[in-house]
């Protein structure tokens, strides 16, 4: 039950500035989640806002107030860790009443909100037993449970997945997703996976060396990506690039060229471009399509082929993409080595400018 | 391959424990004899020094018991070795702490100034450290040893603290930070608990020595009252005669403790010796 508002956090390391002027807000009850390759800030962004990091500049506001000069305890936070960081020493139920001990509760309300929480994440039976005898999933539950027994106002969550196996993640993806639902407050989670920021954000932030690119609800981040960068992050097999240049450009009507020679033409802001700009066609696996039934066509050499036989995977060879993807719904019989012709249509592509940001056809 | 390497047929696996059983042999037994010699008369000593003892009499215990200060002696020993160990854990936890786990202008001074302690011997500061210790009106007094002992010991155990502190994953301080603890309880809840097999290295590291200490003890202690058991059991090798008897049954008092400590903890000695390596 909070709203959180980052403006202008800065951060830096012995004079390497790491995060440059983050700003940002997070709406009551949202599920937001920090994207980027690693090393991007976004778990420095987690850690300044949970107060283990100072900011260097900046403020933070939790519910208008500000916060940034709180200590971690004060500012009514849970955060769950990649480690878990479960105490080795301390049984189930001991973690999980460790802050309510130090917020000197008394004994019956550490009682009922630790039953309450295990509960909640089926952790009754464990509550004797130590982190040890605990397997990865029951471990992060009970960092979820530690989290959740202080009734904070928000949930951080840094990586908290990546340490368990493909099977377990997904579940514990759809029980994060239903926890959100039931406990009704703003989480915050970070993560490099971007198929779990997909599946479980109500809003993505995707942060690239300390920037924050492009926030949005994921399928306004797939369907409009603002730059390059953002394009080729989200979406699983990523965006196909083909580099190009503008041949001509005449009121708004541009016609470009790829690499490979195929021309097409367009229309879009006037003055955006000028001849000689060099672009980026972006287009997404699934978008391609083998044949020549599209705008634009492509040769390419197939390297390796996945026939899953509802979905087939081709990796192609083109000079002009050397790690071209297609992706097709149903089962195509191709052989590695072959020859294959794929073909695109324009409505479904992405254009990037020289700046690397996004161009808008229009008409 | 490494597997059937180590089959138990195997030869190497055989040398192998053909010399660690020799080597068990070495050092147990000057211990056993010991152990033995002191139910044997000073006569039987030199008789069948070999032999068993022909009875299990405790008459040379009795003798140390009733007729010397050995008691007393153990008592002092034990007050000395064990205040020291306990100053030196709890002091020498604290600096480890604070060196591995905080950044700090000074860190690495501090660090490499406790780093020196291990290569400089105290035994050749004796003359000034006399002079301050009689300044200070600590000679002839227990607690002008413990004083000496803890110094002397504090860079190992600064040293092995630090290298376990350092291994603890920082998201544990973290996570206790975010449930509120303050620094001093995350020290003591959090992060002791998790290096006592470190504590239990550096205890015995350290009370083996001083208990067994001979040095400081001649230099420092005059009054009967106040000697340590390793300077009180010269008082045996008598000018004329000596009764091995009763020196032996002395000695094999005096080595007890630390052997039942070994024992008691040598689980977790061990354990805390590879818990470093592995983790």
Redesign the interface.
């Known amino acids: 039950m909070a709203t959180i508002e980052l403006r202008d956090v800065t951060k830096d390391f012995g004079g390497v500035q790491v995060i440059h002027g983050a700003n940002l807000s997070i709406e009551d009850n949202e599920f937001v989640v920090f994207v980027g390759p690693s090393g991007c800030g976004k778990s420095t962004l987690l850690r300044l806002l949970s107060g283990l990091e100072e900011l260097s500049a900046g403020e933070i506001y939790i519910d208008g107030e500000r916060i940034d000069h709180l200590p971690p305890a004060r500012r009514g936070l849970a955060m769950v860790f990649q480690s878990y960081a479960l105490y080795p020493h301390m049984t189930v139920y001991q973690n999980m009443s460790y802050a309510l001990k130090v917020a000197r509760k008394s004994k019956q309300e550490i009682e009922e909100k630790v039953r309450a929480a295990a509960e909640i994440l089926q952790l009754t039976e464990l509550l004797d037993r130590k982190p040890k005898a605990l397997s990865g999933g029951q471990r992060q539950r009970v960092a979820i449970g530690r989290a959740i027994v202080r009734d904070p106002s928000v949930f951080l969550f840094d990586e908290p997945l990546s340490n368990l196996d493909a099977k377990l993640r997904v579940q514990m993806r759809i029980e994060l997703t239903n926890l959100h639902k039931q406990l009704q407050s703003t989480m915050i989670y970070v993560t490099h996976d971007q198929v779990e920021a997909m599946t479980m954000a109500d809003k993505i932030v995707v942060m690239r060396s300390g920037h924050i690119e492009q926030v949005g609800a994921p399928l306004d981040l797939f369907n409009k990506p603002v730059n390059k960068f953002v394009a080729g992050f989200i979406g699983s097999p990523a965006m196909n690039f083909f580099k190009g240049q503008i041949i001509s450009a005449d009121e708004g009507t541009y016609e470009a060229q790829l690499d490979n020679g195929t021309q097409f033409k367009f229309k879009a802001q006037a003055g955006r471009l000028t001849v000689q700009d060099s672009i980026d066609l972006g287009v997404r696996p699934e978008d391609l399509q083998p044949g020549n039934t599209g705008a634009g066509t492509l040769m390419g050499k197939a390297t390796a082929v996945e026939r899953l036989g509802a979905q087939t995977y081709a990796y192609l060879s083109s000079p002009i993409n050397e790690n071209m993807i297609i992706h097709y719904a149903g089962d195509l019989d191709i052989q590695s080595g072959e020859e294959i012709e794929v073909s695109f249509n324009l409505d479904s592509c992405h254009l990037f400018g020289p700046d690397e940001q996004r161009i808008e056809f229009e008409g | 391959m490494s597997t059937l390497n180590k089959k138990s047929g195997d030869l190497g696996t055989w040398l192998m424990h053909i010399f660690l059983g020799v080597n068990a042999v070495i050092m147990l037994y000057p211990i056993i004899m010991m152990a033995l010699s002191s139910f044997k008369t000073n006569q039987e000593i030199f008789s069948s020094p070999f032999s068993l003892p022909k009875s299990f009499s405790f008459d040379n215990f009795a003798i140390i018991w009733s007729q010397t200060n050995v008691p007393r002696y153990f008592i002092n020993s034990t007050i000395v070795t064990g205040l020291s160990v306990l100053v030196l854990l709890v002091v020498g936890t604290m600096a480890a702490y604070a060196l591995s786990r905080y950044k700090f202008k000074g860190n690495i001074m501090i660090s490499l100034f406790f780093l020196s302690g291990l290569m400089l011997p105290l035994r050749l500061a004796i003359i000034p450290l006399f002079i301050q210790l009689k300044a200070l009106g600590l000679v002839d007094n227990l607690l002008g040893l413990i004083c000496i002992y803890t110094a002397m010991s504090l860079p190992a155990t600064v040293f092995i603290m630090t290298g376990f502190l350092r291994s603890l ?1 920082s ?2 301080e ?8 303050s620094e001093f ?1 995350i020290m003591v809840e ?1 992060m002791v ?2 290096i006592t097999p470190a504590m239990v290295i550096a205890g015995i590291y350290n009370a083996v020595p001083i208990w067994n200490d001979f040095f400081f003890p001649l230099i420092f202690i005059q009054s009967p009252e106040w000697k340590t058991l390793a300077q009180g059991l010269t008082a045996f090798f008598g000018e004329y005669s000596i009764n091995y008897g009763v020196l032996y049954a002395g000695l094999t008092l005096a080595a007890l403790p630390i052997m039942l400590v070994f024992i008691v903890q040598s689980r977790r000695f061990i354990a805390g010796m590879t818990a470093g390596a592995i983790k």
């Open positions: 994953p998201e544990l973290d996570s206790a930070r975010m449930d509120g603890a309880r959090i608990p998790l």
